[in-house]
């Protein structure tokens, strides 16, 4: 089955401009995650949408972050004004329903996109 | 809140030095907690579910257990390939997020 995808694998860009990224759940899967990885520590949860509905974004900040989810398929991340603190690797990640096969499979991750704001 | 902790921050072992990795959690109703390698420049891969004390899963060289309050990751003879970054994570009775430790970087060195 094809995996989770995500464009694009890397972007530059200068503090106070804006970037936006892409991602493409597994087919099927009604949950899609955004975290933020920053380097040498593990992925922290941005938001959490369940099909077109947000279910956590409490860790987002909403000043500057924004996701959305149309039609409960492809999502897009969109950072305005970005900061340096910012530069991390943006992973998305898809998991089905809480029942189901692969439940025990847990998030399925694409392989990120890395900012670096400078 | 749920919480999870991973130690040693980083491991350095011999081609066939076995060890284990440790992850700590605390969690109001632990509905599974999994196993995730990450390479460089990846996205997490998953390994293991684990979902009751008690329970043992294994895959190649590595075998993972679960209690109440920690997992282990128990790597068996390792060999270089097997140098990455071993995340653990929990999901609760009450949500759907994976709430992430900070990971665990394997170094095997020839």
């Known amino acids: 089955e094809a995996g989770v995808a995500q464009s694009p694998r890397y972007k530059i860009i200068e503090k106070r401009q804006s970037v936006a990224f892409w991602c493409n759940p597994i087919s099927g899967h009604a949950t899609l995650y955004w975290y933020q990885q920053i380097l040498g520590q593990g992925p922290k949860l941005l938001i959490q949408?369940?099909?077109?509905?947000?279910?956590?974004d409490s860790q987002l900040p909403k000043d500057r972050f924004s996701a959305e989810r149309l039609k409960g398929v492809d999502s897009t991340l969109k950072i305005q004004p970005a900061k340096l603190e910012d530069s991390a690797v943006y992973l998305c990640?898809?998991?089905?329903?809480?029942?189901?096969?692969?439940?025990?499979?847990?998030?399925?991750f694409g392989q990120g996109t890395r900012l670096t704001v400078v | 809140e749920d919480q999870v902790t991973q130690s040693p921050e980083a491991l350095r072992l011999q081609e066939g030095e076995s060890s284990s990795l440790n992850c700590s959690y605390t969690v109001s109703g632990l509905r599974g907690l999994f196993w995730y390698r990450q390479d460089p420049g990846k996205g997490p891969e998953f390994l293991f579910t684990?979902?009751?004390a008690g329970e043992e899963k294994e895959k190649e060289r590595l075998k993972a257990t679960l209690t109440k309050k920690e997992s282990f990751l128990h790597i068996t003879a390792p060999k270089p390939e097997d140098s990455a970054t071993y995340l653990c994570?929990?999901?609760?009775?009450?949500?759907?997020?994976?709430?992430f430790g900070p990971g665990t970087r394997l170094s095997v060195l020839p």
């Open positions: 994570a929990v999901r609760d009775n009450y949500g759907q997020n994976f709430v």
């Open positions: 684990l979902y009751s």
């Open positions: 990640a898809s998991s089905s329903p809480l029942t189901g096969r692969d439940e025990v499979r847990g998030a399925f």
């Open positions: 949408f369940q099909n077109n509905g947000v279910v956590d």
